[in-house]
């Protein structure tokens, strides 16, 4: 099959799930293309995968008049690689490749995933809710990476609508030996014991990640009572304003009173060997479909604390520990029992690995995929 896949800008889960796609379907037999702005190929090399090729369309963040532009670009884009099925990724990517086939005279089978909830309020929650509503419709399939984004789907008109979750890559096992090391290194440079507790959070500094939450949870954890020190750390790139106000919730909170340590580590490529080295696993967002970095800390073995928001539970299950969005206080208790209990960080743990093991891999994910393109693809010729 002739297939091109639409991306917007994407530094995380969703560039990282397209290009497992494009290059497990190419690796299988099938012509892929993909559509997206420069620095998103930078970042991924999709244009490096073998049997892959890349063609530049700058989709920016808002809707405007150069969206008319972009729309003759895309087509022009297609026609050059004439797919039989185009996917976009996104409500960006999503809502052009739209407009664009509609300019079409013979149009490809549309394929849209949902990778997050809108999340606008008043004027901008109404205008997502009818681009929503025109994307459910317009799409031959919707796909969606928790089921809860599939229910919305239906319930705005999609005429098919299936779950199709995006699979973490492998993770690199990390041997005893270089978890410790990478703990060592990272008491020296933030100069904390290297015995103490370590929280570990990996996500970019943004609003949806909910960092304001980790820092009152913090504050409570300081005014317990509690065995031994904790260390809570960030690894991801950041938003500046968002960074700035969680550092100023921060200080503000170490000035009134004892709390534990928090350090933003900033983009790192070592994530898996900050997974080993840490004993707790945090993720506090507002919500998320079926977060990557979770994937990683199942499949690592990690004691879990997360927020049951989007398609977290369903992912988690019994292998972590979930509380309430915005819950700091269940927060804060769960990390205060964690700290004295290191047979429960150990039982989590292993439930988090058996959880981590049936997680469907990356070139399965492909293969399913593959298999309803051709359902698509057979219902036209028929």
Do not use: C
Not at 49 to 69: K, M, N, Y
Not at 217 to 245: M, N, S, Y
């Amino acid at each position: 099959m002739r297939i091109v896949f639409a991306i917007g800008t994407s530094t995380g889960g969703v560039g990282t799930h397209v290009h497992a796609l494009a290059r497990d379907l190419a690796a299988a037999g099938h012509e892929i293309g993909v559509i997206g702005p420069a620095a998103t190929d930078e970042h991924f090399g999709f244009s490096l995968l073998p049997g892959v090729r890349f063609g530049v369309l700058e989709l920016g963040t808002g809707i405007g008049a150069s969206d008319a532009a972009l729309v003759r670009r895309q087509r022009t884009l297609l026609r050059s690689f004439a797919p039989q099925i185009v996917h976009a990724h996104g409500f960006r990517a999503g809502l052009i490749t739209l407009l664009t086939l509609r300019t079409l005279k013979t149009r490809p089978k549309f394929v849209l995933s949902l990778h997050n909830q809108a999340s606008g309020q008043g004027l901008r929650g109404r205008v997502e809710t009818r681009v929503e509503t025109m994307l459910a419709r317009g799409a031959d399939l919707v796909l969606g990476a928790s089921t809860d984004l599939v229910d919305r789907a239906r319930e705005l008109g999609a005429q098919t609508a299936r779950f199709l979750p995006a699979a973490a890559p492998e993770v690199t096992q990390v041997s005893a030996e270089a978890a410790a090391a990478t703990r060592a290194g990272l008491a020296e440079e933030f100069d904390f014991d290297p015995g103490a507790l370590i929280v570990l959070a990996v996500g970019r500094v943004a609003r949806q990640k909910n960092y304001p939450m980790l820092v009152r949870a913090l504050a409570r954890l300081g005014a317990a009572d509690r065995q031994g020190e904790i260390v809570a750390l960030i690894a991801g790139a950041a938003d500046d304003q968002v960074l700035a106000d969680v550092r100023a919730q921060y200080a503000e909170a170490a000035a009134a009173s004892a709390i534990p340590a928090l350090h933003f580590l900033g983009p790192r490529d070592n994530v898996a060997e900050l997974a080993a080295a840490a004993d707790i696993y945090a993720l506090t967002s507002v919500w998320e479909a079926r977060a990557l970095v979770l994937q990683e800390a199942l499949m690592t073995g990690k004691a879990i604390v997360a927020t049951a928001t989007g398609g977290t539970a369903e992912l988690v299950g019994d292998a972590g520990m979930l509380i309430d969005d915005d819950d700091d206080a269940a927060f804060a208790a769960a990390v205060a029992e964690l700290a004295v209990d290191p047979a429960r960080r150990a039982e989590l743990g292993t439930r988090a690995r058996a959880r981590g093991a049936e997680l469907p891999a990356e070139r399965e994910v492909a293969e399913e995929l593959a298999g309803l393109y051709t359902e698509l693809v057979s219902a036209q010729v028929g």
